[in-house]
């Protein structure tokens, strides 16, 4: 069965330290994306790739990273950088050119402790 | 500055009834929207959507409605059961982005009572 898995779904982290937020897609998809939501507020984008080694910034960029070494994973690390990084995060891919909708992991919950 | 507006956090239906949610933009240039349900701890999942050169799409028991001079959709769901209880996001796009990014307004979250 096709889909997107994020792991873990539950993650606590130590002010100061870097984590990784994993997100695997089976559905051959090219196009990839972070979203974050906090309480009370849509989804914000804060990273996308649309192809194997390039992505682009969205609205909230400052203090993540990703990568995208394979067409299947798009791995996000949330830095010391990022103040306030305790928060719901959303994986998502799109068949390129096929139509707008996205199908979405079912979310990690990150912890900042 | 927020470009998709869903000004009302919170509905509450009884089941049966019609439940009609709503969505401003203010982005001229979104030519497609899309409606999500989120339950929570979970991804949200896609439940409709609507391109500019319409002003109606209809699956089932929903129908969402376009009005573009108005910059504004709704997405009216009948009858209304239990299991739809869960938060409603609009969410909008411009083909002209290339990147097919979604904007999304902040959510409704809509109680339907047995």
């Known amino acids: 069965d096709g889909g997107i898995t994020q792991s873990p779904k539950y993650l606590f982290r130590k002010e100061g330290q870097n984590v990784t937020l994993s997100c695997e897609q089976n559905l051959n998809h090219d196009a990839m994306y972070w979203y974050r939501q906090d309480p009370g507020q849509g989804l914000r984008l804060i990273y996308y790739?649309?192809?194997?080694?390039?992505?682009q910034k969205g609205d909230i960029a400052e203090g993540y990273s990703v990568s995208r070494e394979k067409k299947e994973s798009f791995p996000l690390t949330v830095t010391s950088a990022q103040k306030n990084p305790t928060a719901f995060y959303l994986c998502?891919?799109?068949?390129?050119?096929?139509?707008?909708?996205?199908?979405f992991g079912s979310g990690t919950r990150l912890t900042v402790v | 500055d927020q470009q998709v507006k869903q000004n009302s956090p919170s509905l509450s239906v009884q089941e049966g009834r019609i439940s009609i949610l709503n969505c401003d933009y203010t982005?001229?240039?979104?030519?497609?929207f899309l409606w999500y349900k989120k339950y929570p701890a979970e991804g949200p999942t896609f439940l409709i959507s609507?391109?500019?050169?319409?002003d109606k799409n209809e699956d089932g028991r929903f129908t969402v409605f376009l009005n573009k001079s108005a910059k504004h959709l709704s997405l009216h769901i009948v009858p209304s059961q239990p299991g739809d209880s869960a938060v409603y996001f609009c969410?909008?796009?411009?083909?002209?982005?290339?990147?097919?990014?979604?904007?999304f307004g902040k959510g409704t979250k809509l109680s339907v009572i047995p």
């Open positions: 982005n001229s240039m979104f030519d497609y």
């Open positions: 969410a909008a796009s411009h083909s002209g982005a290339g990147s097919y990014q979604l904007t």
């Open positions: 609507i391109s500019s050169i319409k």
């Open positions: 998502a891919s799109r068949i390129t050119g096929v139509s707008y909708g996205y199908t």
């Open positions: 790739s649309q192809i194997v080694n390039d992505f």
